[in-house]
T-cell receptor
Framework: EAQVTQNPRYLITVTGKKLTVTCSQN?????MSWYRQDPGLGLRQIYY???????DKGDVPEGYKVSRKEKRNFPLILESPSPNQTSLYFC????????????FGSGTQLSVL | KNEVEQSPQNLTAQEGEFITINCSYS?????LHWLQQHPGGGIVSLFM???GKKKHGRLIATINIQEKHSSLHITASHPRDSAVYIC??????????FGTGTRLQVFP
């Protein structure tokens, strides 16, 4: 089944403890991206990647890192999480850079205490 | 002012009613997406439009490029349609800009 898999689904951590949220897609998609969703603000893009080894900042990249070493994986790294990074995170992918349907992961609810 | 505005923010309906959700945007776009987010949080892409109209089952999406406006219609609404519907536009620099969503509740 074609899907974007995110893990974990829920995560509670403390300020400053490094964490990684994994994202994997099995559709051989070129484009992958990370979003955070906060009440009243909608979805905002954190980082995106148009292909392997190519990543770029979105609207809210501060405090986040990404890597794209393989086409299928696009992990989101929080080196030193802070409470303002408490949010619902989504990974998404699509075939290319043209206008195409986005496929979303099931989301990761992160709480930073 | 947000570049993508949705209305209404909240909508309740009785089963069977015809529903319209609106999206207006203020930037030049190459495409517009309608997304559905269920209470569990998962997001599904419903439509991608660059012109005209698309239909899938009971869902219809239209876009008027000149007026910078799109509508999502649900015919014969059902409680399982209860979700948040999100409009997103892809601007001319390929950036995706999201609206804040319309929360729909359909009661039996």
């Amino acid at each position: 089944e074609a899907q974007v898999t995110q893990n974990p689904r829920y995560l509670i951590t403390v300020t400053g403890k490094k964490l990684t949220v994994t994202c994997s897609q099995n559709m051989n998609h070129e484009y992958m991206s990370w979003y955070r969703q906060d009440p009243g603000l909608g979805l905002r893009q954190i980082y995106y990647s148009m292909n392997v080894e190519v990543t770029d900042k979105g609207d809210v990249p501060e405090g986040y890192k990404v890597s794209r070493k393989e086409k299928r994986n696009f992990p989101l790294i929080l080196e030193s999480p802070s409470p303002n990074q408490t949010s619902l995170y989504f990974c998404a992918s699509k075939q290319g850079v043209l206008n195409e349907k986005l496929f979303f992961g099931s989301g990761t609810q992160l709480s930073v205490l | 002012k947000n570049e993508v505005e949705q209305s209404p923010q909240n909508l309740t309906a009785q089963e069977g009613e015809f529903i319209t959700i609106n999206c207006s945007y203020s930037v030049g776009i190459s495409a517009l997406h309608w997304l559905q987010q269920h209470p569990g949080g998962g997001i599904v892409s419903l439509f991608m439009l660059s012109s005209g109209k698309k239909k899938h089952g009971r869902l219809i999406a239209t876009i008027n490029i000149q007026e910078k406006h799109s509508s999502l219609h649900i015919t014969a609404s059902h409680p399982r349609d209860s979700a948040v519907y999100i409009c997103a536009v892809r601007n001319n620099t390929d950036k995706l800009i999201f609206g804040t969503g319309t929360r729909l509740q359909v009661f039996p």
